[in-house]
């Protein structure tokens, strides 16, 4: 999988859907998915060429726990032949009610140089 087919593949739940950790204190609707990388992983392919494996972190948020839009994504990543580990959170909110996290890791193909 490349970053343009995960973006392609999240963007397909039709809600909203923003790269990078600030996005999941937005104030657009819920649910809603942020997602970053934070690992680097060179990987030699042949000779003296690396591409490199790059993992993000794929977070979405929702007023409920099992969201319809998390067992979607979760059946769209399933058809493709990936399972990732999904961690479940309860974040409890100030001066409003809390919101369920849902989050986990893929790993993606980049050219980074």
Known sequence: ???SELSALLHKLNIPVGEGE???????????????????HDSMAS??????LVTYQVSLVSS????ASLI???????????HPDINIEYVK?????????????????????
């Open 72 to 82: 979607k994504l979760k059946q769209m990543l399933n058809e493709i032949g990936l």
């Open 1 to 3: 999988m490349t970053k």
């Open 47 to 52: 000779g003296d060429d690396y591409d490199t």
């Open 93 to 113: 909110g100030q001066n409003s009610p809390g919101q369920y996290h849902t989050y986990f890791a893929l790993q993606v193909s980049e050219d980074i140089c």
């Open 64 to 67: 409920r726990p099992r969201d």
């Open 22 to 40: 600030q996005y999941l204190d937005s104030k657009d609707k819920l649910p809603k998915i942020a997602y970053w990388e934070y690992l680097w």
